[in-house]
């Protein structure tokens, strides 16, 4: 079975440019988590999604920062514009949802802005 | 958020040896409790979780305690071998939700 797929790997942008990342979950996974991974941190979790509602998005600066999850499968994350500050790598993860803790990631996208 | 405290930030064993890692949070209404690997490039692994009506939890050289009245819980990694070096997170859920607050990471490394 296929683990949670995020696209792309890498990418490159100057700042003030748009930006998305794409996430497919893994399947029958309700819910699905972005988080923020700083060099050296470990995981921030940014929005959380129970199939296709937002249910926690307290730590995403919505001033710049958008995410959706149309039909309760795929999701995107976009910022606009990027600041320098946003260099990091972008993790996406699944879980069953009611009662199944565990989560899964993917192997994250790293965004480097210039 | 509240705050999960890993420690040490790095950690070199020889292979063969124990290597433990230790957590604290401050969250008492938190109940899941899981430990990650993560490989340069890639993403995080679960390679362990308690909850908190655990006390110890052991899978093949892995096992975690979990002390719920003192907040804290640690990762054993016993027989260690080179590919046992990697980052390892510590994470603890926020509340009994399915949101997880996550440690600063340690870096294992192990010497042939």
């Known amino acids: 079975e296929a683990g949670v797929v995020q696209s792309p790997r890498y990418k490159i942008i100057e700042k003030k440019q748009p930006v998305a990342f794409w996430c497919n979950p893994i399947?029958?996974?309700?819910?699905l988590y972005w988080y923020l991974q700083n060099l050296g941190q470990g995981p921030e979790l940014l929005i959380r999604y129970e199939n296709e509602e937002a249910v926690d998005d307290s730590q995403l600066p919505k001033d710049r920062f958008s995410a959706e999850r149309l039909k309760g499968v795929d999701s995107t994350l976009k910022i606009q514009p990027a600041e320098l500050g946003d260099s990091a790598v972008y993790l996406c993860?699944?879980?069953?949802?009611?009662?199944?803790?565990?989560?899964?990631f993917g192997p994250g996208t790293r965004l480097t802005v210039l | 958020g509240e705050n999960v405290e890993q420690h040490p930030s790095t950690l070199s064993v020889q292979e063969g040896d124990s290597a433990v890692i230790k957590c604290t949070y401050s969250?008492?209404?938190?109940?899941?409790f899981p430990w990650y690997k993560q490989e340069l490039g890639k993403g995080p692994q679960l390679i362990i979780d308690?909850?908190?009506?655990?006390g110890e939890k052991k899978d093949q050289r892995i096992a975690v305690t979990l002390n719920k009245t003192a907040k804290h819980f640690s990762l054993h990694i016993t027989e260690t071998q080179p590919e046992d070096s990697a980052v390892y997170f510590c994470a603890a859920s926020i509340g009994s939700g399915y949101a997880l607050n996550f440690g600063k990471g340690t870096s294992l490394l192990v010497t042939p």
């Open positions: 969250d008492s209404a938190s109940n899941y």
């Open positions: 993860a699944s879980s069953l949802g009611r009662g199944g803790h565990e989560q899964f």
């Open positions: 399947s029958g996974h309700n819910t």
């Open positions: 308690i909850r908190s009506n655990v």
